[in-house]
């Protein structure tokens, strides 16, 4: 069965970079685009960044272009988001999602309607 598993959360303080991982599992064919999303307390949830597994299309949002790198690795099944100059307000659950069969969706803006399965999130909190 289709499952994704996030890593690689923690504490960190202002400055400092993380780089959290998305493992797929059960999925049959390279024909699908992860997403990263993440939510904030008391705040929506918002869509990061997406990568397409078949060709490495991606796609930032505006206010995520220069610190967040989307990446991955099809021998491992991972996709990778890396944050760097971590600020405060970076402080949320970050959740990688699939969108099985629909990769043609990147590089548009990730949607949450648009993907089907999700992980648990990893925490990401980031110290003053």
């Known amino acids: 069965e289709e499952q994704l598993v996030e890593s690689g959360g923690g504490l960190v303080e202002a400055g400092g970079s993380l780089r959290l991982s998305c493992a797929a599992s059960?999925?049959?064919?390279?024909?699908?685009?992860i997403g990263w999303f993440r939510q904030a307390p008391g705040k929506e949830r918002e869509g990061v960044s997406c990568i397409s597994l078949r060709d490495g299309r991606t796609y930032y949002e505006r206010s995520m272009k220069g610190r967040f790198t989307i990446s991955k690795d099809n021998a491992k099944n991972t996709v990778s988001l890396q944050i760097g100059s971590l600020k405060p307000e970076d402080t949320a659950v970050y959740y990688c999602?699939?969108?099985?069969?629909?990769?043609?969706?990147?590089?548009?803006?990730?949607?949450?309607?648009?993907?089907?399965?999700w992980g648990h999130g990893t925490q990401v909190t980031v110290s003053s």
């Open positions: 999602a699939a969108s099985y069969g629909s990769d043609w969706i990147v590089p548009g803006p990730p949607l949450e309607h648009e993907y089907d399965y």
């Open positions: 059960g999925f049959t064919s390279d024909d699908y685009a």
